[in-house]
């Protein structure tokens, strides 16, 4: 059992906290605003696990929690020669033991589900209700499986034949898929669940569990090329995974032995639905409300997983206060520019990779192309997910624990209570 030496600040208003493992925002009433962990450590001090455990003590951690889960960063074989960039680095996370990354469920989303379950306090009895479009639920349903943690996960059901085919779901997990539902759909739902008593809300990019288990993407790169990079490219939904990187920067700047410059975050959307793109370009304060045509949009780009319409662009500690901090951009990719970018990497490097991580690669593309990165800079792509080609599919028959119509949302309280 560990003692919580970390505490939870408010990017708002600066109130400090005790971690209860669960907590989610400021207790004060104001404008939105994240929490972050502050660590009573400021060096960069790994144990000896190969795993995320590694980084541990930049971790919240609220009891010991087994993991082989691990990222593997290594300099690029040829994608940087053909892109021009000389020290181009790649973050892999995914299935690919061979390089050394062992992400079974082949997306970064389970360095999440690791650290949200290990923040939890050690007598924590109520069940996490977590709300995902595909990638979030089969990390939280794996892991929750493995180490026989309560979890009720709320999907679309056009999610669960791929979660299905990845992992086997133990009997602490109960899935909830909705039968032509949205991820938005699958969001309130879970808010229902969570209000009930004996559940609590995982929170998602609010969870400050979420930001510090991909934060260990950047600890990891960093140990490994011995500084910061210059430049991190990542593709966004709801950018807290550039949230993550750029913490967890925030962190080694206050060490003083990697640099102290934070990297420019270089991020990529999937056009037409862009809204944090939109939002940066514009120079707006705020996230625009979606327009009508929002969810048409949002219907036509490639990488689903990218399609949040509620990122925390405009909250304290949010995306552009992170873009603004380290001098970034933004970019929109088309679907055709993605497909050819994971093609691309395959052939030159070698695997696979998911929709999102050929934003990215795109996304770096472009950059290059258009001078924004200098030859001579360390660059640090984060492949957020691939390998999957390579996962033995399951194949034992599986089923969600229920299906409910989209039609009867409207009565979630009578549903809710037969689930
Ligand atoms: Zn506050």
Known sequence: MFGREYRLRC?????????????????LPHAPALLRTVYPSLRLDPGDERSMARYGRWLPRGRALATTARTAVFPSAYLGRQLGLRRLWIAFNGW?????????????????????????????????????????????????????????????????????ALVRVGPSVRVVAIEDG????????????????????????????RRDGMGTIVLGAVETIGALPDVYVQAVGSGAGALAAHEAALRLISDGRFGTRLPRLVLG??????PIHDAWTRGAAILEEPDHDAPERLSR?????????????????????ALAASGGSTYAITNDEMAAAMLA????????????????????????REGCV?????????ITGGGRARRRPVTQPQAPAHVVRRADLGRTADLVGTI
Not at 12 to 19: E, K, R, S, T
Not at 99 to 128: D, H, I, S, W, Y
Not at 302 to 321: E, F, I
Not at 351 to 357: L, Q
């Open 11 to 27: 990017c708002g208003c600066g109130a400090l906290f005790d971690d209860d493992g669960v907590r989610l925002d400021c207790a």
């Open 374 to 382: 200098d030859p001579d800079e360390i660059v640090l792509l984060n």
């Open 345 to 368: 990497f395959a052939e030159l490097e070698g695997i696979d990779v998911e929709p999102a991580a050929g934003i990215a690669i795109a996304t770096l593309a472009r950059a290059a």
């Open 269 to 274: 959307q999937n056009a037409p639905f862009t």
């Open 96 to 164: 690919w033991p061979e390089r050394g990354a062992t992400l079974a469920t082949a997306t970064f989303k389970e360095l999440e589900a690791v650290a949200v379950f290990g923040r939890l306090a050690p007598g924590e009895r109520r069940t996490l209700v977590v709300a995902s479009a595909g990638n979030t639920a089969a990390a939280f349903a794996a892991i929750a499986t493995e180490n026989e943690l309560p979890v009720l996960i709320v999907i679309p059901l056009d999610a669960w034949d791929p979660l299905a």
């Open 182 to 209: 949205t991820y938005e759909d699958a969001m309130a739902l879970a808010r229902t669940f969570a209000a009930r008593e004996g559940y609590i809300a995982e929170g998602g990019f609010r969870n400050v569990a």
């Open 301 to 321: 780009i490639a990488a689903t997983v990218l399609g949040n319409p509620s990122p925390p662009y405009a909250a304290s500690g949010g995306v552009r206060d």
